[in-house]
């Protein structure tokens, strides 16, 4: 059984950073690609960045150079540090497999970037 919890949303100016984080529960954390997602009020979820198992890195273009993923295999953790946030990266950002399992959605972290 996986679970997946987020955490580290909030709050920020335009231009400013966040770092997310999110706690894996399950034994296969270490043998699975994993990936950001988000989805923006009324749209729908899209995947932000992919980390695979040896840590190489995909990111979508409308975050590429901002925002970065990182894992801790030690540990069971996925992270997703933001930089230069603007507006439209206002959104419930979560974490799962990639490709997602569906049962595990974690409740997210929102992230609101207003002035």
């Known amino acids: 059984q996986v679970q997946l919890v987020e955490s580290g949303g909030g709050l920020v100016q335009p231009g400013g950073s966040l770092r997310l984080s999110c706690q894996f529960t399950g034994k296969i954390f270490d043998y699975i690609d994993m990936a950001w997602y988000r989805q923006a009020p009324g749209g729908q979820r899209e995947r932000v960045a992919t980390i695979g198992t040896v840590a190489s890195t995909k990111y979508a273009d409308f975050v590429k150079g901002r925002f970065t993923i990182a894992r801790d295999n030690a540990k069971d953790m996925l992270y997703l540090q933001m930089n230069d946030l603007n507006p439209e990266d206002t959104a419930v950002y979560y974490c799962?497999?990639?490709?997602?399992?569906?049962?595990?959605w974690g409740k997210g972290t929102q992230v609101t970037v207003s002035s």
């Open positions: 799962n497999r990639d490709p997602p399992i569906g049962y595990a």
